[in-house]
């Protein structure tokens, strides 16, 4: 009887089930509190989640998910980006930004350009080219990607802070189905939780990001679908013909099928082929 307990403990059926690995835990951009703060809860403390792949490649990605800066869509365009980016030897770090009506601009580029920092300022440690540092936003996640593009610093050696030391300004930038201007085929629910109500103009046309775009603008790749009523595929059309004026590399595929918020449309047969036009354009950077 003994020899036959022995054998079921053996047995793997009997061995606990191992589960998948658990997600990584976000880490403080500011530990110490973040600048402008107006309390202590989650959506006042800016974070940035690290999913390092097991054969890095050398480059990362700093990912902002959309949600109109109202919300944020922390699995479909933060999660399964990071994951994908992984599988393509990328590191990724998905930002919690803080968001309106609770935060106005400055706030979400400060907190951009500070996840930017960060990665470059831990860029050895995290085996990463501290000059192959991009960006991903997606929707309204898009217009903080762009902004953090067209609107950045250079390095400050005198910073107080070492993480300040280091320059915001990304390496590359890919944008899906992003909000790009504030003054033509807005989106008015990101442009009125980032400025709020009567905003003052000069401020709508700065962060109307395809008027703010130099040859200093890094190269970018656009994703976007001729169906999106959300956010009008004229936000990328707008950006890609500033680059291309600007001499900046750019690429830009418009999908004539697909709803605003796709993600990486894994289930859409079509539309799913995107990802691989990003791959090989990463690849190409």
Not at 83 to 93: C, D, E
Not at 246 to 252: F, K, N, Q, Y
Request: hydrophobic share 40%; proline share 10%.
């Amino acid at each position: 009887m003994l020899y036959f307990i022995a054998i079921a403990l053996l047995l793997p059926s009997a061995l606990p089930a191992q589960g998948p690995p658990a997600d990584p835990q976000p880490e403080l951009l500011w530990p110490s509190g973040a600048p402008g703060a107006l309390g202590s809860e989650d959506r006042d403390q800016p974070a940035l989640t690290p999913w390092l792949p097991a054969k890095p490649n050398g480059q990362a990605v700093v990912v902002f998910p959309g949600g109109a800066y109202g919300a944020l869509a922390v699995d479909h365009e933060g999660r399964q980006i990071a994951q994908w980016l992984n599988s393509q030897g990328i590191a990724a770090f998905v930002v919690r930004y803080r968001l309106g009506p609770r935060y106005r601009h400055p706030i979400m580029l400060q907190d951009a350009q500070r996840a930017i920092r960060t990665v470059r300022h831990r860029a050895r440690d995290s085996r990463i080219a501290p000059d192959r540092i991009g960006v991903w936003g997606f929707s309204a996640g898009g217009h903080l990607a762009s902004t953090t593009a067209t609107h950045f610093d250079a390095d400050d050696p005198s910073a107080a802070d070492p993480i300040d030391r280091h320059s915001s300004r990304p390496d590359f930038a890919i944008l899906a189905y992003p909000v790009v201007s504030f003054t033509e085929f807005v989106h008015r629910g990101s442009l009125r939780n980032l400025l709020g109500d009567g905003p003052d103009p000069k401020l709508v046309e700065h962060l109307s990001n395809e008027k703010q775009v130099t040859a200093q603008t890094p190269p970018t790749f656009l994703f976007h679908t001729n169906a999106d009523t959300g956010v009008p595929p004229e936000n990328s059309v707008l950006f890609y013909l500033a680059l291309r004026k600007a001499g900046v590399p750019a690429e830009l595929h418009i999908y004539e099928h697909g709803r605003h918020g796709v993600g990486l449309a894994p289930t859409d047969l079509i539309l799913s082929s995107w990802g691989g036009r990003l791959a090989d354009w990463l690849r190409g950077r």
